[in-house]
């Protein structure tokens, strides 16, 4: 039989255990052992190794696991322990079905349930919310009811995030009941902060003022080293209904209907793996306090429910592009501040919360160059040359008296992740300042991977036979992440080079890797799954040189390349392909015209090399067009940066886009200098490209993909775009003089029937801005010129997630109004 507050008044007969003890004022705290799991008592769980010291505690967590719910009520709801059976029974009263709930209900130490209680509990109830949690969780300290900040001077800090603290006093006035009872309010709270109301807004912390103690600290090291933590791991947290319908309102104190086995409304934890707790926002935030002199008074660490939305759109929609974390082990307390805030950076970003990224940005920037500097040893002369931070010596921060920094979990490879999301940030935004940190933070980032090393690392952690199948799997994915992070750290410095022509930082050459795992490897939610994925992958894959050597070295246009990269091992050979497109152009130009124009060997080679890699994309399973590929949008960039490949080898574009400047003026005027497309069999392949390019977003719907892009649409599609317009419009406006002399072939003829299909499309269902020029249904290459240029300008012009594409469209359009003014003479 249970008591209001989920607590046996008949209990199960169980061990003894010693009483808990609630620290009373001013008295010594009462120290406790963490439980460590070692010796003979401990009990180890067989699917994540948790050790516990009671057998009944084992089972319990077990069952977390295996979501079994062995004990049933008649009314179909299933738990997974007898005494939360009761409760049920209690709440929605089975134990009697005559009573009523009008009638009496069972005492519980003397006192009746208020009709408040029940209608709060029905409520509960209703909302399909997990119950395990409450009676999972041991007997909870007031600092973890209350989460409060305290600064490095000891006052109370973030107003706006301060709850009531329940005094010692309280617990000890015999107030148990009311604890008990607002334990009600405490999973009301979960349910509406899971429908988007936050807890600080419920009920629940409207209640009478309390004194604001801080309770003894070694109560709450005792709570964490208990067998179950409640907030320690968001996992173990309840389950929110989301995304599901809200539950109707209870009649009365009566359960309206009774609610089957099969209600899924509850969702599991797994399906919210970014979601940050109180508990994880207060330690953050406490480590953000001990960095205050850096970041400045004015910095305000985002709240709980803004940093699990930055978290989430961080993942689903950049992380998406270059997965270098392992998101299935991800957990946020075991990752540097700065990588934190370099994440939420982005993420904020792509929630459109454009000034707090930018802040973030700034914070997690700063914190990033101080550890540079505690770590110096660690980085060797070269890495601290490129910091210009003498003044932030730990000489100078101790004669100013400040105070020990909280530096949290941290290794050398956490910096390379910090600054591939800083730079995320920072090299699309529009302004100058912010582009010209990025590729500060570019030079930084190539010189920390040549200290840390670019070679793989030692395999005797898997090779070796004493690790258990959770053990090696921990290790493999430290290492494998390791290797993606590498590896994506060298494709976005080459994305600086295609973007803004810059002599690539970091060679393909210094590149000792293995290209990155399977997908089914990475993806594994468990260790078993690993091994499993692992049996099926059965070869690693090659080398990253190696790969490169073999599709420049292929002959035949076959998939020489064994095993068949995955998508993002394409998507790195594909970053090794451009970049030697770059060198061999900027190694050719003093012997080359001034269109420089690739030695017509190098071109062959060159052209084997894309074709072997798209024989070896195209068997990849994961590869696909579909831009909603269940695998990511991998494969759907890589098809883009294909495109631009056979454009670069055709058209010299660099220096004449000056993207830097972000003036869309100037680099309009620098794109109508660049050199004309010379019409050949070999362009006719970059054509093809280009009007493939021109037909996706047509295809989907121009404006459709344009405002909702994020999800697979990255900034490197629109660079690809952009080079691919201008290319397909050069080649368009030439036709008119060049085929009086040179009929068109038949491929070039397809190309145009092609393209006019395209554009005649978009005009029928895009709304464009009425310019005045007069569209008529038989378009001449060069109205279809002007035209594929006006479609992608309205297209980049149309973006809401990167301000970086909007600048493109406006470029092209300055750049098609140029056009435009110039064609009574000759359209170059």
């Known amino acids: 039989m249970l008591s209001h507050n989920g607590t046996n008044i008949h209990p199960q007969p169980q061990p003894p255990q010693p009483p808990q003890q609630l620290p009373r004022p001013h008295s010594t705290p009462v120290k406790r052992r963490r439980r460590t799991g070692n010796g003979p008592s401990a009990r180890a769980c067989p699917h994540c190794g948790r050790t516990f010291k009671r057998t009944e505690h084992l089972e319990r967590h077990v069952r977390t696991h295996t979501k079994e719910k062995p004990f049933i009520c008649r009314c179909g709801a299933a738990f997974a322990r007898r005494d939360l059976l009761t409760r049920h029974q209690r709440i929605a009263f089975h134990e009697d079905g005559s009573e009523s709930p009008e009638g009496q209900s069972e005492p519980d130490s003397g006192e009746n349930h208020s009709p408040v209680e029940a209608d709060l509990a029905a409520a509960v109830s209703l909302s399909g919310m997990s119950v395990d949690h409450w009676a999972q969780q041991p007997p909870v300290s007031s600092a973890d009811l209350y989460p409060m900040a305290v600064p490095r001077n000891g006052a109370l800090v973030d107003a706006s995030y301060q709850q009531s603290l329940l005094t010692d006093q309280f617990y000890e006035n015999g107030n148990q009941d009311a604890v008990g009872f607002d334990a009600h309010f405490r999973e009301f709270a979960n349910f509406l902060d899971g429908v988007g109301l936050p807890a600080e807004w419920s009920p629940y912390f409207h209640g009478p003022d309390r004194e604001n103690e801080v309770p003894d600290s070694t109560v709450k090291e005792s709570r964490e080293g208990t067998a179950t933590p409640g907030a320690r791991n968001s996992r173990t947290r309840p389950g929110t209904p989301f995304s599901s319908w809200l539950p109707s309102a209870p009649t009365g104190n009566r359960i309206s209907e009774a609610l089957p086995d099969t209600n899924h409304r509850s969702i599991d934890t797994e399906s919210q793996p970014y979601r940050v707790s109180e508990e994880q926002r207060f330690r953050l935030n406490a480590s953000i306090e001990t960095f205050r002199d850096l970041l400045g008074p004015e910095f305000k660490f985002p709240s709980r429910h803004a940093l699990t939305r930055y978290m989430t759109s961080f993942f689903e929609g950049f992380h998406s592009h270059m997965p270098f974390i392992h998101t299935p082990t991800w957990r946020i307390s075991e990752h540097s501040l700065e990588l934190i805030l370099g994440l939420a950076a982005v993420g ?71 600054l591939i999301a800083l730079m995320g940030y920072a090299t699309w935004e529009p302004k100058v300042s912010l582009m010209q940190e990025a590729f500060a933070l570019q030079t930084l980032l190539a010189q920390v991977l040549r200290e840390i090393g670019l070679h793989e690392e030692n395999e005797s952690e898997l090779s070796s036979e004493k690790n258990s199948p959770q053990a090696s799997w921990h290790a493999w994915v430290r290492k494998e992440s390791t290797r993606r992070a590498k590896l994506i750290a060298f494709s976005f410095m080459h994305t600086h080079s295609i973007a803004y022509n810059v002599y690539p930082v970091l060679r393909s050459n210094e590149v000792g890797l293995r290209l990155p795992c399977s997908t089914g490897e990475w993806k594994a939610q468990t260790a078993c799954q690993w091994q499993i994925a692992r049996r099926e992958a059965g070869k690693q894959q090659l080398f990253f040189q190696d790969a490169l050597s073999l599709l420049l070295r292929n002959t035949d246009g076959t998939a020489p390349v064994d095993p068949i990269p995955t998508p993002l091992g394409n998507y790195i050979l594909l970053h090794g392909l451009l970049q030697r497109i770059y060198i061999v152009r900027d190694l050719s130009l003093p012997v080359m015209d001034h269109s420089a124009s690739l030695p017509s060997e190098e071109v062959d080679k060159l052209e084997r090399g894309l074709r072997s890699w798209t024989a070896g994309w195209q068997q990849a399973p994961e590869s696909s067009l579909d831009p909603n590929n269940e695998n990511g949008p991998i494969p759907f960039t890589s098809s883009s940066l294909l495109g631009l490949a056979y454009v670069r080898i055709y058209l010299h574009l660099g220096p004449y886009r000056l993207l830097e400047t972000r003036d869309p003026v100037r680099i309009a005027k620098a794109i109508s200098r660049s050199p004309a497309v010379e019409r050949s069999s070999g362009v006719t392949t970059a054509l093809l490209y280009t009007a493939h390019m021109l037909s996706i977003p047509v295809r989907l719907g121009v404006d459709r993909v344009a405002r909702s892009q994020a999800f697979f649409w990255s900034v490197r599609h629109s660079l690809s775009g952009l080079e691919c317009a201008v290319l397909l419009s050069k080649w368009l406006s030439s036709l008119p003089v060049s085929t009086s002399s040179t009929p068109l072939s038949d491929s070039e003829d397809r190309i145009l029937h092609w393209v006019r299909c395209i554009v005649e499309e978009a005009y029928d269902v895009v709304d464009f801005e009425d310019d005045g020029l007069e569209t008529p249904t038989d378009r001449d290459p060069a109205s279809l010129s002007l035209a594929v240029l006006k479609i992608w300008a309205h297209f980049f012009k149309s973006n809401t997630q990167w301000p970086f594409i909007n600048i493109i469209g406006k470029s092209l359009e300055k750049y098609r109004e140029l056009l435009m003014h110039n064609r009574p003479q000759r359209v170059t």
């Open 348 to 418: 904020a970003q792509y929630c459109f919360e454009h000034r707090m990224s930018e802040r973030l940005f700034h914070a997690g920037k700063v914190i990033m160059l101080e550890r540079l500097v505690h770590e110096s040893d660690k980085f060797g002369a070269r890495a601290g040359s490129s910091l210009n931070l003498h003044s932030a010596s730990p000489q100078r921060r101790e004669s100013r008296g400040i105070q020990e920094r909280d530096w949290g979990s941290w290794e050398p490879v956490e910096t390379v992740r910090a």
